[in-house]
């Protein structure tokens, strides 16, 4: 499977992005999309993932950006967005969609894991 994102860009702090990420196929073979993101001399970070190809996907987060940012899916279009508000300068990073599986308790991620990346988009959030 080959994903595609979008949407990145530099915006004043407490402004909005939208990205989006593009499957080449919704298949059996992982359940789910998720964002990480990395900032510079940081370790990759799990943000958002949800389930694809189902009905009603249940989005999880990482508490970091609960309440601010907003994962949904587009089965038809086998699309990812993230939709991203009250940016703050440590919202800067390079963030990357990738296939794999993800589960949480409630709204918050437990386990994420990339299997399939794509070659991400660069978010940078002005002070």
């Known amino acids: 499977v080959q994903l595609v994102e979008s949407g990145g860009g530099l915006v004043q702090a407490g402004g909005s992005l939208r990205l989006s990420c593009v499957a080449s196929?919704?298949?059996?073979?992982?359940?789910?999309i998720g964002w990480f993101r990395q900032a510079p001399g940081k370790e990759r970070e799990g943000i958002a993932c949800?389930?694809?190809?189902?009905?009603?996907?249940?989005?999880y987060y990482r508490e970091s950006v609960k309440g601010r940012f907003t994962i949904s899916v587009d089965n038809a279009k086998k699309t990812v967005f993230l939709e991203m508000n009250s940016l703050q300068p440590e919202d800067t990073a390079r963030y990357s969609c990738?296939?794999?599986?993800?589960?949480?308790?409630?709204?918050?991620?437990?386990?994420?894991?990339?299997?399939?990346w794509g070659q991400g988009t660069q978010v940078t959030v002005s002070s």
């Open positions: 196929e919704f298949t059996s073979g992982y359940g789910s």
């Open positions: 990738a296939a794999g599986a993800c589960g949480g308790y409630l709204d918050q991620i437990v386990v994420i894991r990339g299997d399939y």
């Open positions: 949800i389930a694809i190809g189902r009905g009603t996907p249940h989005p």
